[in-house]
């Protein structure tokens, strides 16, 4: 359920790219500065989004860091990386993330990779959820509430896309402050997107496995291409009108291609692969 938040990389320029890039090296530089090596494999475009919009609506609240070092996925050739305040918020949350999904599909498929990740970031997230007990909190609740819903074959895409909504709704709630009803409403709207997101994409997959998903009595549903076309609409352009309710300078174009273009990329793929089957 990661990696859908991820920028267009055609529509960027070789300078927005290299700003992209810095921000995704800062936060896996401060994962393993934080949490070891184990922690960087957390890694996502997911919190590289968030810890992006954090550092521009908090800009100069914080120290910003930047630097150019070899790491252990580029030994050879330096990167350049950046980060600031909101940074290490945004890694301790990627492992906590990370650790209890992998929880879930220990407890749920006794996935053997799930139970690794799950030993693994075990100690990391327990040094996460002191900084953020809040954070941490909802993650296991509305991933134990998800779980529920799924074991009951829900198809109530509200209720089971709003457990992932809630979540993701307080973890942009970094600081409680006057711009958490903006930052709330991003990232419930956002989690949903990418809940339904990744059902829309598994779908058959999952059918061929005899697997859930709330999706599986829609898809059969006369209109079904155009209705999940106008809640995925509906719910970036939620996600649009809070943005630009924040005071964002530094970035703003990264994050606007983000979210009016690159959160779009593995819809339209997924889109232009049926139509080439269907050819």
């Given at each position: 359920?990661?990696g859908?938040v991820?920028p ?5 320029s ?5 700003r992209?890039r810095a921000?995704?090296c800062g ?5 393993g500065a ?11 475009y997911?919190l590289t ?7 521009s609506?908090y ?13 252990p996925?580029?030994p ?5 990386w ?6 290490d918020?945004?890694?301790d949350?990627s492992?906590?993330l990370?650790?209890y ?12 990779l799930g ?10 997230t327990?040094?996460a959820?002191?900084?953020w007990?809040r ?8 991933l134990?509430r998800?779980a ?13 896309s ?8 307080e ?10 009803p903006?930052l709330?409403n ?5 989690g ?5 997101l ?5 779908l ?6 005899g697997?859930y ?6 898809s059969?549903e ?10 995925f609409?509906?719910?970036l ?10 005071p ?11 979210l ?6 593995k819809?339209h793929c997924?889109?232009?692969?049926k ?5």
């Amino acid at each position: 359920m990661f990696g859908y938040v991820i920028p267009n990389q055609a529509a960027l320029s070789p300078e927005a790219q290299a700003r992209y890039r810095a921000a995704y090296c800062g936060l896996c530089r401060r994962i393993g500065a934080l949490h070891g090596t184990r922690g960087r494999l957390t890694l996502s475009y997911d919190l590289t989004f968030l810890d992006l919009l954090l550092c521009s609506l908090y800009e100069g609240e914080s120290a910003c860091v930047t630097g150019c070092d070899h790491c252990p996925i580029h030994p050879i050739r330096k990167v350049e990386w950046r980060s600031s305040g909101p940074t290490d918020y945004c890694a301790d949350l990627s492992v906590a993330l990370h650790y209890y999904n992998a929880q879930d599909k220990w407890n749920d498929d006794h996935s053997l990779l799930g139970l690794g990740f799950e030993k693994m970031l075990a100690a990391p997230t327990q040094q996460a959820a002191a900084r953020w007990p809040r954070q941490c909190s909802a993650i296991r609740t509305c991933l134990d509430r998800l779980a529920r819903y799924e074991a009951e074959g829900s198809e109530d895409l509200d209720a089971v896309s709003g457990c992932f909504g809630e979540l993701m709704a307080e973890l942009f709630d970094y600081r409680q402050d006057h711009w958490s009803p903006e930052l709330r409403n991003i990232g419930f709207n956002l989690g949903k997107y990418i809940y339904l997101l990744d059902a829309y994409d598994d779908l058959a997959r999952d059918e061929r496995k005899g697997a859930y998903n709330p999706l599986r009595t829609l898809s059969r549903e006369p209109g079904y291409e155009e209705e999940m076309r106008e809640i995925f609409e509906l719910l970036l352009a939620n996600c649009a009108r809070s943005f630009e309710r924040l005071p964002c300078v530094e970035n703003v174009d990264l994050l606007r291609n983000i979210l009016y273009s690159g959160v779009w990329l593995k819809y339209h793929c997924k889109n232009a692969k049926k139509k080439d089957k269907t050819a």
